[in-house]
């Protein structure tokens, strides 16, 4: 592809036809001015060789490198392969992924779409100089170089020998702040993307550089989660936790549904406290929980029980035990569930709940508010992006708690009051207007605020900044 120099067999020509027909200075003049223009075309096949086209218009393009855990199927994955679906089509620059953070699932891998995996194989493809190249780790601080654990480092070379032109931190958290440790990565960066403005203050507050915080929000897929294309998904109901398994029992009731990993985190505790007591076989309730083992025995209905006979440590279970025979419906899915159904799952709820005590946005929420249904979850951290009293329900915060277990030991997160969630619980059942006119609200703003083109704007304008800044 390179242009080749044509000087040679035209000086040959002019000297040779010299020597024959002129006399001495005039051919002195003509070689010498036959050598300068070899010259010349020797100096500018020099530079075409240094300067191809193709080359140039590589050098051009910068990168982007979007360092993420790709293959395994968790929060910050889906979150990356929403961003790389909207992003990979755009022209200011080239787009490179890696595998990077988490453990690989291949179970994850082989359900993705081959369209998918063919994107994955192309942008994996994707060759990059790492001087021109931005990267984007997108995990948390302890997988960024030098990673604390083992994982596919990032940026791959560390931070100089080669120097990328420009490194990003894409993290969030659940709590009210950062261990030191990451807050010292995130201070190793260029910047630091976040969420929402709860994460910025968060991390502010905990010692982030505040001139490296930017807030990139996340996208909901609101072309899939989109409730005129999807019929409802026949709910499974011959396993209740509670009352006869009868194939008709959960048929006409208005259904709850929750999605959330079985881990104290996501206040399951706290929703059953609320449901149980606010509601009985009498209501046409039931309640839907779709969960996963995370940290805990695969025996859900066991523990449900436990918290209901006051097995448990917490000691406010009341009058619960006494009721036993007249305990509203509630179903457990601990199947997978494809992500192609999920729409007709939320298309069968009536109203989303998720007491929550911290996220770091919220991924089924958005994905039922995007499905237009009523949402009631925590007011703090991750949802209090996209949540109002407009489009939801948002559950105030009783107090602040110390965590007690796990990686945020010792760090505080909410306590939603379970009395204001039994009043909201009831409140959605029985004023159908509000509800309709809620839900109708939540898809509005998911699709005016968080679809994947308006996100994918936000990334471009602030890429195009920093290429900006970098060619000053
Ligand atoms: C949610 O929290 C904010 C403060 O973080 C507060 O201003 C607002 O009133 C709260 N809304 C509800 C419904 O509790």
């Given amino acids: 592809m390179r242009r080749r120099g044509r000087g040679s067999p035209e000086t040959s020509n002019i000297s040779s036809r010299a020597v024959q027909k002129k006399p001495f200075t005039v051919l002195f003049c003509r070689i010498f001015a036959a050598m300068f223009v070899f010259a010349l075309i020797s100096i500018s096949f020099l530079f075409s060789i240094i300067f191809t086209p193709t080359e140039k218009s590589q050098t051009r393009t910068p990168c982007v490198l979007w360092m993420a855990p790709f293959l395994s199927g968790g929060g910050y994955s889906s979150e990356a392969w929403s961003y790389i679906t909207s992003l990979h089509d755009e022209k200011s620059f080239r787009m490179k992924i890696e595998h990077h953070g ?36 997108h995990s948390e601080p302890g997988a960024w170089w030098p990673p604390l654990f083992e994982t596919n480092p990032c940026p791959p070379t560390g931070y100089k020998d080669p120097a990328p032109l420009y490194v990003i931190g894409r993290t969030m958290f659940e709590t009210d702040r950062l261990n030191s440790e990451h807050v010292r990565r995130c201070n190793w960066m260029d910047s630091v993307w976040v969420p929402t403005d709860f994460h910025i203050s968060t991390f502010v507050k905990s010692g982030v550089d505040p001139s490296k915080l930017v807030k990139i929000i996340q996208p909901v897929d609101v072309e899939l989660f989109n409730p005129d294309k999807h019929m409802p998904l026949p709910l499974p109901c011959e396993n209740p936790v509670f009352g006869d398994p009868s ?69 406010d279970l009341g ?59 925590t007011n703090w951290s991750g949802p209090t992006e996209y949540l109002t009293e407009e489009n939801g329900y948002p559950l105030p915060v009783e107090r602040m708690v110390e965590v007690e277990e796990g990686a945020f030991k010792g760090h505080m997160w909410a306590e939603p009051s379970v009395e ?23 898809r509005e703003d998911m699709m005016r605020r968080f679809s994947p083109e308006v996100v994918a704007d936000v990334i471009i304008n602030e890429i195009s900044k920093i290429l900006e800044s970098k060619r000053n």
């Fill in 319 to 377: 009058n619960l035990e006494d009721n036993v025979r007249r305990y509203p419906a509630i179903e457990i899915i601990d199947t997978h569930i494809p992500e192609t159904d999920l729409p007709g799952l939320y298309k069968s709820a009536d109203a989303f709940v998720l007491p929550t005590r911290g996220e770091g946005w919220g991924r089924p929420i958005v994905e039922a508010m995007s499905m237009s249904l009523p949402v009631i979850a």
């Fill in 102 to 137: 988490d453990m690989q699932n291949f179970d994850f891998w082989n359900g993705l779409s081959s369209e998918t995996k063919n994107l994955a194989f192309n942008l994996h493809s994707t060759e990059c100089k790492m001087s021109e190249t931005i990267v984007i780790c």
């Fill in 247 to 315: 194939p008709d029992s959960c048929k006409g009731k208005f259904v709850f549904l929750s999605i959330f990993k079985w881990e104290k985190r996501k206040g399951w505790d706290l929703l059953l406290k609320a449901y149980l007591r606010e509601f009985s076989d009498e209501d046409n309730v039931v309640l839907y929980l779709l969960t996963n083992p995370y940290h805990s025995d695969r025996d859900f209905t066991a523990q449900i029980q436990q918290l209901v006979a006051g097995d448990s440590k917490d000691s």
């Fill in 420 to 442: 204001d969630l039994r009043i909201l619980l009831r409140r959605v059942v029985s004023d159908p207007m509000e509800r309709k006119r809620k839900g109708m609200k939540a």
